[in-house]
């Protein structure tokens, strides 16, 4: 159980150090893991365990998904993503992806957050209703 504990603790720490101006560095990322995997401390795999967990969670709030049912235009684009990044920081990875399903609006992902504003899940929204 300590083991466990501290493992995630050094994890943690280690995750901390691969930051720079509050953007995760991927060539930090692999410097610790190497460097981790060289010096193999007490519980080394359990760390390397819990640091790719911290590294996989942050990957995913730092990627964004913008599905719609046709292209959306340059310019709004550029808007979208000004918006998503003063919203979450920058480093955000955002794709663009047409979805016709939709039939119309926008759904937005990024991390776990879901902006749902389409017409699809407004008419299924409805359909629940009755």
Same mark, same amino acid.
């Given at each position: 159980m300590k083991t466990t504990k501290q493992s995630r603790r050094d994890a943690k720490q280690l995750f901390r150090s691969t930051f720079v101006n509050g953007v995760m560095? #991927? !060539?930090k990322v692999r410097a610790v893991v190497t460097g981790t995997i060289s010096a193999e401390p007490r519980g080394y795999l359990s760390i390397l365990e819990h640091f790719k967990?911290?590294?996989k969670l942050e990957e995913d709030r730092r990627s964004a998904k913008i599905e719609s049912p046709v292209a959306i235009p340059p310019e709004q684009? #550029? !808007?979208l993503q000004a918006t998503l990044t003063r919203i979450y920081g920058p480093g955000l990875n955002i794709a663009f992806v047409e979805n016709p399903a939709l039939i119309g609006g926008l759904r937005i992902k990024?991390?776990?957050d879901v902006y749902d504003g389409s017409?699809?899940?407004s008419l299924q929204q409805l359909a629940e209703t009755f």
């Open positions: 560095d #991927t !060539n967990r911290f590294v684009q #550029t !808007n990024v991390g776990s017409v699809q899940s």
